[in-house]
């Protein structure tokens, strides 16, 4: 009896420190099911489920299921989520500093933003994150915006007057108040109708949003102003991330990075095969000369300097 009592406490101990062991994290992101960001993140979690064993898994909530980034934000820093993706310059909310990475032309492609992230500059954000209570762990790409419209844009001259839809996100006002078009804040959801109606003359956005939205439906021309490339910050909440042995940091790092790989090539297949599915459509594409768009910007980079001193964009910029 004693012999059963003694086996049998010892296996419930093994029994509750096995399922002591498995660890289950929270991922919020505002991005939806159909999403190649979404599609990344579900690598992710099988990569790390497969790597640790089953010892750790993912629970994602799409879809800003849980809020919008910003409250997702507040809930990893205060633990109660543990993993979070936003935008990287979207951080400028908490992080000033990241304006700069988010102006435009500041970036000339993913690979540049990777070096920015990976480099001096780049640790110095990290660490500013680290002291909100927030862990960079990887940043994936997003797609780089282009601009469609109604008529031919060859060069910067013909942007002059061009009445174009912008978020209501400083850089991206700047970029086209300083290109000699005319702003024109619309609410995402009504973009379409917006170009349908004439009430703004263009838009800009990478390239899977414009297909999936339909714009190139209302819109004659896209051209690849390339002035903008758009990142997700994967972050983990440091009380999370402390709270982890280097084995399971280990594991997290490699199985986001392999979900990077995933969302990244998802993205960058979808760009390159799209230029060629809206030639076949009728639109015209256009590539002009981003030299002297990039020169426009001056006067906003100017304006940003006057707030984090003179040379930051060339200390962001690394080259």
Known sequence: MLKKLVTGTVVSLMLSSAAYAERTLTFGMQDNEV????????????KLNEISGGEMSVELFP????????????????????????????MSYIIPELKLVGAPYVVDDFAH????????????????MNEQN????????YGTRQTTSNRAINSLDDMAGLRLRTPNVPFLIAFAENTGATPAPVAFAEVYLALQTNQVDAEENPLPTIEAMKFYEVQSHIAMTNHFIASGAMQIGTSTWGSL?????????????????????LTF????????????????ITEPDTGPFREAMKPYYDELEAEFGEGAIAKVRGR
């Open 35 to 46: 999403s190649n960001i979404y599609k990344g993140a579900q690598a992710f979690a099988e």
């Open 63 to 90: 879809s800003s299921s849980l809020g919008d980034f910003k409250a997702m934000v507040a809930q990893v820093q205060a633990g109660e989520l543990d993993m979070v993706m936003t935008g990287y310059p979207d």
């Open 113 to 128: 933003l990777q070096e920015i992230v990976a480099g001096p500059w780049g640790q110095e954000m990290a660490a500013k």
């Open 134 to 141: 927030v862990h960079l762990l990887d940043v994936w790409y």
């Open 245 to 265: 042995s280097d084995e399971e940091k280990g594991w997290i790092q490699e199985a986001i990075a392999h979900g990077g790989d995933v969302s990244d090539g």
């Open 269 to 284: 297949d979808a760009e390159a095969a799209l230029v060629d599915t809206f030639k076949g459509r009728g639109l015209t």
